[in-house]
């Protein structure tokens, strides 16, 4: 896999590329645009996967609002950063994060986003195909992941990411 888009969260100057954040994963006043972790991953696998199941409709990133898009694998199928949780990942030869949750979505992704038209359907396909546990919310329409910062570093489009060996995998 590999780095794709960064649509928000752009950064200036020096530290353009550069990822870093608080180790907890919780917002805060000093995170703007942070719903529950500094880093929002979601898969070209998933944006693949959310197209297969809604054929009609404009399947577009920006409609998810992820700051890293991990390009996957040829042949990845699925929501597979559903797997990620409670995973650490390097991107690039810095930054490593920790994957701490599913991106439970709400009605955000529905609404008309620029040229992209409303589309009620882009979160009951989630709804109806990708419903996990958050926390001790229940189970709830998920597309992505939130991950923490554990090691700060600099990215760039293209970068390798890699799955770690869990903390207690030795």
Do not use: K, M
């Amino acid at each position: 896999p590999a780095v794709g888009a960064c649509p928000r969260r752009r950064r200036r100057g020096a530290d353009r590329g550069r990822i870093a954040g608080p180790a907890g994963g919780a917002s805060g006043p000093a995170l703007s645009f942070v719903d529950y972790a500094p880093v929002h991953l979601l898969t070209s696998a998933t944006l693949d996967r959310i197209g297969s199941l809604h054929p009609d409709g404009t399947v577009d990133l920006r409609r998810y609002r992820p700051n890293l898009v991990v390009r996957t694998a040829p042949g990845a199928a699925g929501f597979v950063e559903n797997r990620w949780v409670g995973r650490r990942l390097r991107i690039g030869a810095q930054l490593v994060v920790r994957v701490v949750v599913n991106t439970p979505r709400c009605a955000i992704p529905t609404l008309a986003h620029g040229e992209l038209p409303r589309d009620t359907n882009a979160l009951r396909v989630l709804a109806d195909h990708n419903r996990l546990p958050v926390l001790d919310r229940g189970e709830l329409a998920c597309a992505g992941v939130y991950a923490q910062v554990v090691e700060p570093g600099t990215i760039r489009h293209g970068d390798q990411v890699s799955l770690l060996p869990s903390d207690g995998d030795g």
